[in-house]
């Protein structure tokens, strides 16, 4: 498991969820296992009830990466580490050595998640502050990202949306 928390799972895992149920609408129950299953999870089956509360985690953190001041995002954080179960402990399984884990040894799935995502956007803000994290800078694009670079100047979503916006910029001065 990566030590910095801007190449983590769960910094992705957060991102992908957050723009799954806030941006594409792509947040079907089986969607929402697969997008587990991707980022390292391990899922099962969960009820209808439960997906809600993965969707409500989504829509919980967005605010997190459409923060512009460095004390909202912290605020943010701060009340849900308050208010998420944790207790870290070390562990060993599956082959993955020793790391950490973040909920309770006797939580489910969505807390592990919850506690998993909260406790590496932290540790990437503070590395890093909210330079690393945003809403897209492509004009009609809304989805959020976490920037896995060595320089840290992302801005988009996506090498489609920013080579689109670059491509439009170009065009623009082309036509002055």
């Known amino acids: 498991m990566p030590t910095t928390g801007y190449r983590s799972q769960g910094v992705a895992a957060a ?25 390292g999870f391990a899922w099962r089956e969960f009820t209808p009830e439960e997906a809600g509360l993965y969707r409500d985690w989504a829509r919980t953190l967005r605010p997190f990466f459409e923060a512009a001041e460095l004390a909202d995002a912290v605020a943010l954080l701060n009340e849900l580490l308050l208010r998420i179960p944790m207790n870290p402990h070390l562990s ?15 939580a489910g799935l969505l807390a592990r998640f919850r506690a998993s995502t909260l406790m590496w956007l932290a540790a990437l803000v503070c590395e ?38 670059n491509v439009a910029a170009f065009r623009a001065r082309r036509r002055m």
């Not at 723009?19 to 299953?37: F, M, P, Q």
């Not at 840290?152 to 949306?161: L, N």
């Open 15 to 39: 991102v992908a969820l957050v723009n799954a149920v806030t941006v594409t609408g792509d947040d079907g129950d089986e969607a929402l296992r697969a997008l587990l299953r991707e980022h």
């Open 92 to 106: 060993v399984h599956d082959g993955h050595g020793l790391h950490l884990h973040y909920a309770p040894p006797s």
């Open 128 to 165: 890093h502050g909210l330079g690393r994290t945003g809403v897209c800078a492509a004009q009609g694009c809304a989805r959020v990202y976490a920037d896995t670079s060595r320089a840290g100047r992302r801005r988009f979503c996506s090498e489609s949306c920013a080579n689109r916006t």
